[in-house]
């Protein structure tokens, strides 16, 4: 097991903020094929990271050390959908 850290940008300061370092884990429904990303806070165990993965999602490196990715998508992680931006590393 690999830990990861995932961060989520905040427009308002316009900086990326730790939401919760952990395993990630891609789950493929088996009915529909529809695959989700999941990160578990590594000690609590809440869900930090959870949405559906699509074809039009881009996955960019960031920076020059390519040890961080970042991407967008709809979250649903708190409960509600939400368009976040995350970074991961």
Do not use: C
């Not at 427009?11 to 695959?35: A, H, I, M, R, S």
């Not at 000690?43 to 990271?49: D, E, N, P, Q, T």
């Not at 979250?75 to 590393?89: C, L, N, Q, S, V």
């Amino acid at each position: 097991m690999i830990l990861v850290s995932l961060l989520r940008f905040d427009p308002e300061t316009k900086q990326y903020k730790e939401k919760g370092l952990g395993d990630v884990k891609l789950l493929t429904n088996e009915t529909t094929g529809k695959t989700r990303i999941i990160l578990r806070r590594e000690r609590v165990h809440k869900i930090a990271l959870n949405h559906f993965l699509k074809e039009t999602m881009e996955l960019t490196p960031q920076g020059s050390a390519g040890n961080a990715w970042i991407w967008y998508a709809l979250d649903f992680a708190d409960g509600e959908e939400k368009a976040e931006t995350f970074a991961i590393k």
